[in-house]
T-cell receptor
Framework: QKEVEQDPGPLSVPEGAIVSLNCTYS??????FMWYRQYSRKGPELLMY????GNKEDGRFTAQVDKSSKYISLFIRDSQPSDSATYLC???????????FGTGTRLQVFP | DAGVTQSPTHLIKTRGQQVTLRCSPK?????VSWYQQALGQGPQFIFQ???????QRGNFPDRFSGHQFPNYSSELNVNALLLGDSALYLC???????????????FGPGTRLTVL
């Protein structure tokens, strides 16, 4: 079993839809939870960073962490065609900078 | 403010050859991590450098080695290349973790290595 599981998609939605992206994990020691966006043939770009449980909002993006269920989510409101990319979840533990990534979910937002 | 830069952008090598990839961290960052991203997969941690020393290492063979210079830039070297080494190699920079708290990692655009 992988430490981090993420549905690879693709996920195809119309412009303006609310998108929900999710990851599950098995290691209860994870304390840091991140979402990165990666456009084709580019490096990952940090979208959200959350420590421990709770919600965090930044513009159209909301990140949620449920440590009891070992489940994290990223919501994108009013999705735009420019949001079309691969979304990677990443997690880390205390006292290590090593990040464990999911495989990424490919999102396509069509006009 | 310059972000993380990597060179070269693309590279084609043949099996058995050696390759060196380069990374300059984001301004103000002194910690560099390297990741390998195979097609359709998430990045996998190779190792991290801080104060010119390897501080952490992932599950990669000794063929993968690195170096960090006094100006915090870093190199990744891969010897005896295999077909399976074909991937996007990503460099990420950050401040060092303090009191166990991980700092945010910022990624460069990557170097795409193709091994024939």
């Amino acid at each position: 079993q992988k430490e981090v599981e993420q549905d690879p998609g693709p996920l195809s939605v119309p412009e303006g839809a609310i998108v929900s992206l999710n990851c599950t994990y098995s290691n209860s020691a994870f304390q840091y939870f991140m979402w990165y966006r990666q456009y084709s043939r580019k490096g990952p770009e940090l979208l959200m960073y959350t420590y421990s449980s709770g919600n965090k909002e930044d513009g159209r993006f909301t990140a949620q962490v449920d440590k009891s269920s070992k489940y994290i989510s990223l919501f994108i409101r009013d999705s735009q065609p420019s949001d079309s990319a691969t979304y990677l979840c990443a997690m880390g533990r205390d006292n290590t900078d090593k990040l464990i990534f999911g495989t990424g979910t490919r999102l396509q937002v069509f006009p | 403010d310059a972000g993380v830069t990597q060179s070269p952008t693309h590279l084609i090598k043949t099996r058995g050859q050696q390759v060196t990839l380069r990374c300059s961290p984001k301004s103000g960052h002194d910690t560099v991590s390297w990741y390998q991203q195979a097609l359709g997969q998430g990045p996998q941690f190779i190792f991290q450098y801080y104060e010119e020393e390897e501080r952490q290492r992932g599950n990669f063979p000794d063929r993968f080695s690195g170096h960090q210079f006094p100006n915090y830039s870093s190199e990744l070297n891969v010897n005896a290349l295999l077909l399976g080494d074909s991937a996007l190699y990503l460099c990420a920079s950050s401040l060092p973790s303090e009191n166990g708290v991980t700092d945010t990692q910022y990624f460069g655009p990557g170097t795409r290595l193709t091994v024939l």
